[in-house]
């Protein structure tokens, strides 16, 4: 009897190791659908990148329908009443001239800094790899301007 409880032993650990297994990846199974499929995909509360360094989204001004859109989502996430809703709105445009007196002191330190950079970068590459990046940054600064309000 003992040879035969040998055997089973295994067996017992295996079929724990197997549900386990099973348990584990249908937990990360379910992550995944309700990440994907269930939860829906908001707009982000932050303005995108656009350009060299993050920095460079937060460089340029909002447009209206941006500041809108940003109030919009605070509004429906912190469920703020209308008298909350109008102060922000008061807040936004408030301090809307402060943000721009500010990217306009730092923005030529950031562009100097950015073509620094990018001079730094261009004497590692060969001469043939130097024009593809410019060309590459040129696009992308092309880019940059055409979805620039």
């Known amino acids: 009897m003992t040879g035969l409880r040998r055997s089973e032993m295994p067996a017992r650990s295996l079929a724990v190791v197997v549900i386990t297994a099973i348990v584990v990846a249908s937990v990360f ?9 269930l939860r829906p ?15 460079s989204s937060a460089l340029r001004s909002p447009t209206p329908q941006e500041r809108q859109r940003l109030r919009a989502e ?9 008298a909350q809703d109008s102060a922000f709105e008061a807040i936004m445009a408030h301090r809307a001239g402060e943000f721009s007196a500010l990217r306009d002191e730092i923005r030529p330190r950031v562009e100097r800094l950015v073509s620094d950079v990018r001079s730094d970068m261009e004497q590692v590459l060969t001469p043939a790899q130097r024009e593809r990046f410019r060309q590459i940054q040129l696009r992308r600064d092309a880019e940059r301007m055409s979805s620039t309000p």
């Open 74 to 82: 605070l509004s429906r996430q912190l469920a703020l009443t209308p």
């Open 29 to 37: 199974a379910g992550i995944a659908i309700d990440r994907i499929v």
């Open 41 to 55: 995909a908001s707009t982000p509360a932050v303005l995108p990148d656009s350009g060299f360094h993050p920095l």
